[in-house]
């Protein structure tokens, strides 16, 4: 069912509303990357930094559960330096947002925080995963 502004709703007329993040990707720095290490070894650095950044997703969302806030502190941090090493300017502000609040005491901006680095690193992932495959 659609409503008169054009959202969807179910059958109760409740409507379901979906987050929707921009991700920018800045080319500068792949493109450094690719201009010291050449194609192949560029091809090579950039995957093992996507499946870091893949790593530390699971990470943020594993201790996290745990209330582990120390540890999503130092991966939201590395997930900031991914975000800058790979051109990712919103999930390089995010990660440093999230390893503010995992180092202060406001669980409520935690929980916010973490959901939107885990969508940017989703997205993040996937958007870099895409360049490699063009560019090979």
Same mark, same amino acid.
């Given at each position: 069912?659609?409503?008169?502004?054009?959202?969807? =709703?179910?059958?109760? /007329?409740?409507? +379901?509303? @979906?987050?929707? #993040?921009?991700? &920018?990707?800045?080319? !500068?720095? %792949?493109?450094?990357?690719?201009?010291?290490?050449?194609?192949?070894?560029? =091809?090579?650095?950039? /995957?093992?930094? +996507?499946? @870091?950044?893949? #790593?530390?997703? &699971?990470?943020?969302? !594993?201790? %996290?559960?745990?209330?582990?806030?120390?540890?999503?502190?130092?991966?939201? =941090?590395?997930?900031?330096?991914?975000?800058?090493?790979?051109?990712?300017?919103?999930?390089?502000?995010?990660?440093?947002? %999230?390893?503010?609040?995992?180092?202060?005491?406001?669980?409520?901006?935690?929980?916010?925080?973490?959901?939107?680095?885990?969508?940017?690193?989703?997205?993040?992932?996937?958007?870099?995963?895409?360049?490699?495959?063009?560019?090979?």
């Amino acid at each position: 069912m659609v409503t008169g502004n054009g959202r969807a =709703a179910d059958a109760a /007329g409740c409507v +379901r509303l @979906r987050h929707c #993040e921009v991700l &920018r990707l800045d080319p !500068e720095p %792949l493109m450094r990357l690719r201009a010291g290490l050449g194609p192949q070894e560029s =091809a090579v650095e950039v /995957g093992q930094l +996507r499946e @870091r950044l893949i #790593e530390l997703r &699971r990470r943020i969302a !594993e201790t %996290l559960a745990e209330g582990r806030w120390h540890m999503v502190a130092e991966a939201a =941090a590395g997930v900031a330096e991914l975000g800058c090493r790979l051109g990712v300017p919103e999930l390089h502000q995010a990660g440093r947002n %999230l390893a503010d609040c995992a180092r202060g005491a406001d669980g409520t901006a935690l929980v916010a925080t973490a959901g939107r680095v885990l969508r940017l690193s989703d997205r993040a992932v996937t958007a870099v995963g895409a360049l490699r495959r063009e560019s090979d």
